[in-house]
Nanobody, 121 residues
């Protein structure tokens, strides 16, 4: 079992920055990720990380702007978001997958409650 708690959301103007945090407890997941859901849209994966290697994958729309990292000792995952755009607005979720192997966005098993990010133009 993995428990996840997000924090760090808020409201900023376009071009601003936010850092989201996800504290996890229980067994260390095989991989973790961030998802977002904009109003009226489906939830989409944003970035994911393999906890063992630290290797990360981002979707094209956030490359060069978002950086995912984690501190295994403190059991926290971060999403540093720079140069935010209005289209980044949404409810951001932290997620985790315990089983090993692949780590695609449709395989995550555990979810946090979400933290709101609002970017105004």
């Amino acid at each position: 079992q993995v428990q996840l708690v997000e924090s760090g959301g808020g409201s900023v103007q376009a071009g601003g920055s936010l850092r989201l945090s996800c504290a996890f407890s229980g067994n260390t997941p095989y991989c973790m990720g961030w998802f977002r859901q904009a109003p009226g849209k489906k939830r989409e994966g944003v970035a994911r990380i393999f906890n063992g290697s630290g290797r990360t994958y981002d979707i094209d729309s956030v490359k060069g702007r978002f950086t995912l990292s984690r501190d295994k000792d403190d059991k926290i995952m971060y999403l540093q978001m720079n140069n935010l755009k209005p289209e980044d607005t949404g409810l951001y979720f932290c997620a985790a997958k315990s089983s090993t192997g692949t780590c695609s966005f449709d395989q995550f098993e555990y979810w946090g409650q979400g933290t709101q990010v609002t970017v105004s133009s």
